[in-house]
């Protein structure tokens, strides 16, 4: 028997679990071939595996940015209040300097007369 020559299988056994026409012995795949498939599979999980880390890890960074810009957001907001408050005692200043201006202009001017 030639060592190319196709293995002998039993079709009733073969064909009793419904095999034969799904499987068949091909002298043409080697270890080799079956390996580099194996190996493609194993390329492909591992891509994934590190496809999905990534995912999770952006989506961690995401949520954290967001906190961030939230803390920073109410942090403005508070420092713009202040700004608010600030300006209104200076408008309020601006107000008692210029009626203690004219009071004075009104007591320099009543003075003259």
Do not use: C, N
């Amino acid at each position: 028997m030639e060592d190319s020559a196709p293995m002998p299988l039993s079709r009733r056994a073969a064909d009793h679990r419904g095999l034969h026409k799904w499987f068949r012995f091909d002298p043409t795949m080697s270890t080799g071939s079956i390996l580099q498939v194996g190996t493609v599979l194993v390329g492909f999980a591992v891509a994934y595996g590190t496809y999905t880390s990534d995912r999770t890890q952006t989506k961690a960074d995401i949520e954290q940015i967001r906190e961030t810009a939230k803390r920073d957001r109410s942090e403005v907001k508070d420092i713009v209040e202040q700004f608010r408050g600030d300006l209104k005692d200076i408008k309020s200043d601006t107000k008692d300097i210029g009626l203690k201006i004219a009071e004075i202009k009104g007591q320099q001017s009543s003075g003259k007369k």
